[in-house]
């Protein structure tokens, strides 16, 4: 297993294939696993040097139960950290819900190091993440109840394990309400932007409005899709990503 330590926690985070660097971020209660469970690292892995990252409070990084842990600058410096562990200056990055939100953070603090971005089913406006938090309940047994609700007819078992497996502590610290950071982030997202979200997303608005504010974005909708589906749309993300991906060298 291979880690940084940033700011005193452990990243954990893992690379597969060859080619100009992508940092995969998932979502919330999720782990740098679930790109692989869901093909996108398969699909992705001949063309790009794919980086799994655990954020901190999942998977096999550390969890702290300090609030201030999970500020986004620092979740940020994460992502940094893990890109200077190795060698790389600069890197695509794609992060979805969660993981999309770090995105909006590397654009604020770090836009130096990113190449690109795509970004799925997030947006950089307030937000009340109490449904989010409501996913995990901290009970053992309503947690499970919740997840087999939610998630069974979308995971296979080793990710329904993981997710289980979550330390909800760390993840009510992580799904804290947002602020909205558009002001500081927008202006320094100058590179190139691919959004994408479901057309049942109760965030679609939020993403569409971020989109036209960039000159240099485009956005895809998924039909039919909401929150919890999308990403599942391996074949046609993979299809925009690469086609964008190679449209931003």
């Given at each position: 297993m291979t880690f940084v330590t940033n700011r005193g926690v452990r990243i954990h985070y893992q690379?597969?294939?060859?080619?100009?660097?992508?940092?995969?971020?998932?979502?919330?209660?999720?782990?740098?696993?679930?790109?692989?469970?869901?093909?996108?690292?398969?699909?992705?892995?001949?063309?790009?040097?794919?980086?799994?990252?655990?954020?901190?409070?999942?998977?096999?990084?550390?969890?702290?139960?300090?609030?201030?842990?999970?500020?986004?600058?620092?979740?940020?410096?994460?992502?940094?950290?893990?890109?200077?562990?190795?060698?790389?200056?600069?890197?695509?990055?794609?992060?979805?819900s969660y993981g999309g939100n770090a995105a909006y953070g590397l654009a604020q603090y770090y836009p130096e190091r990113i190449r690109s971005l795509v970004i799925g089913a997030a947006h950089p406006y307030a937000e009340n993440l109490q449904p989010f938090r409501d996913l995990f309940p901290s009970d053992q047994a309503a947690l499970a109840a919740?997840?087999?609700?939610?998630?069974?007819?979308?995971?296979?078992?080793?990710?329904?394990?993981?997710?289980?497996?979550?330390?909800?502590?760390?993840?009510?610290?992580?799904?804290?309400?947002?602020?909205?950071?558009?002001?500081?982030?927008?202006?320094k997202m100058t590179m190139p932007c691919l959004f994408f979200v479901g057309e049942l997303d109760p965030r679609l608005a939020a993403v569409q409005e971020c989109a036209s504010q960039l000159t240099n974005a485009t956005l895809l909708v998924l039909p039919g899709c909401d929150h919890m589906t999308a990403l599942g749309q391996t074949e046609t993300v993979v299809a925009r990503v690469n086609t964008f991906l190679a449209s931003s060298r």
């Open positions: 690379t597969i294939g060859e080619g100009d660097p992508l940092v995969l971020h998932h979502g919330l209660g999720g782990s740098g696993a679930d790109w692989i469970d869901l093909g996108y690292v398969d699909a992705l892995k001949d063309r790009h040097q794919v980086i799994l990252i655990d954020a901190r409070g999942h998977g096999q990084s550390d969890k702290p139960h300090d609030p201030a842990a999970y500020d986004l600058v620092v979740r940020a410096s994460d992502v940094v950290a893990v890109l200077d562990g190795l060698g790389h200056r600069t890197s695509n990055f794609f992060g979805y919740s997840i087999d609700k939610i998630f069974g007819h979308l995971v296979p078992n080793s990710w329904r394990t993981r997710l289980v497996a979550n330390d909800v502590a760390a993840i009510h610290l992580a799904a804290r309400d947002r602020s909205s950071i558009a002001d500081d982030a927008l202006p």
